[in-house]
Nanobody
Framework: QVQLSESGGGSVQAGGSLRLSCTAS????????MGWFRQAPGKEREGVAG????????DYDASVKGRFTISEDIAKNTLYLQMDSLKPEDTAMYYC??????????????????WGQGTQVTVSA
């Protein structure tokens, strides 16, 4: 069982930045596929960024490409999401997710097995 714990959410004004962190328990972090997902009220959960830790391959949703950066610290079993140039439409609950091994798509929730509890990001105009 993998446990994920997110932190770093908060409230910022449009144009600001936040960095989310997700720490995973257990062994094998360097073989995980991991992703950041978000869900706004009344909307479906969507993938915004993902990575296969094993080789560093990354993917981003078009809505965040160039503004968000996913990265990892294998020594700390921690995944990050640096969010810059935030917009009001980025407001959502953000979730960290993981699966063991390489998955077909980092941005599809169907391929993720383990989920964190979420951290709220609110961007005001």
């Amino acid at each position: 069982q993998v446990q994920l714990s997110e932190s770093g959410g908060g409230s910022v004004q449009a144009g600001g930045s936040l960095r989310l962190s997700c720490t995973a328990s257990g062994d094998g972090f360097d073989t995980y596929s991991m992703g950041w997902f978000r869900q706004a009220p009344g909307k479906e959960r969507e993938g915004v960024a993902g990575i296969y830790i094993g080789d560093g391959i990354r993917d981003y949703d078009a809505s965040v490409k160039g503004r968000f950066t996913i990265s990892e610290d294998i020594a700390k079993n921690t995944l990050y999401l640096q969010m810059d140039s935030l917009k009001p439409e980025d407001t959502a609950m953000y979730y960290c997710a993981a699966s063991r091994g390489r998955v077909w798509s980092f941005l599809s929730s169907r391929y993720m097995t383990y989920w964190g509890q979420g951290t709220q990001v609110t961007v005001s105009a």
